[in-house]
């Protein structure tokens, strides 16, 4: 299969790429909160809800690709959920690289609607316990936040260029 194929939006194998990657790394968010004891902070929390975002908006694109509207959703949602991804991990690393650590904190109580608390609905997945200013991890001098944000621009670039090659190839979107 070559590259062009897996951004082909008419197949299920590039949503099924994106959804399982997002879930994947849930799964190793859990690991990190749940094995290792590393617990999430609220930008981590944020972070979780963008990566469920970007799995869910693929759902209906995975469903039914060969439906327009399903791939213009998909694409619209997954995009905005990453996009997201990229502030809460940029914001997240400013806390962490704040040149005075005392006055760079995140809030305490997360801020969603009031109608969306997966906080209290799911506390397990998505309780802050942790400390946004704390450094816990590093893979490659990399704090969880840098990548993050690479994950969450990979997904940006890689949503896009599907969405180009789809406009280029007008009869495949």
């Not at 969450?152 to 979107?173: E, G, M, N, Q």
């Amino acid at each position: 299969m070559s590259l062009l194929g897996i951004f082909n939006p008419k197949k299920r194998s590039g949503w099924a790429l994106l959804v399982g990657s997002a879930f994947l790394l849930e799964l190793a968010a859990l690991a990190f909160q749940y094995v290792w004891d590393l617990q999430p902070c609220i930008k981590c929390v944020y972070q979780r809800i963008a990566l469920w975002g970007i799995c869910l908006a693929a759902l209906p694109a995975l469903v039914c690709p060969q439906s327009l509207i399903c791939r213009l959703l998909s694409y619209l949602a997954a995009l905005v959920s990453a996009i997201w991804g990229v502030k809460v991990a940029g914001d997240h690393l400013a806390l962490q690289n704040a040149p005075n650590p005392l006055f760079a904190s995140c809030e305490l109580v997360p801020n969603f609607p009031a109608w969306f608390k997966p906080d209290v609905w799911l506390p397990a997945l998505f309780e802050p316990r942790g400390d946004c200013g704390n450094i816990d991890w590093t893979f490659l001098n990399m704090s969880m936040p840098q990548w993050m944000q690479i994950i969450f621009v990979v997904y940006v670039a890689a949503l896009t260029i599907s969405l180009i090659y789809s406009l280029i190839k007008r009869k495949s979107l």
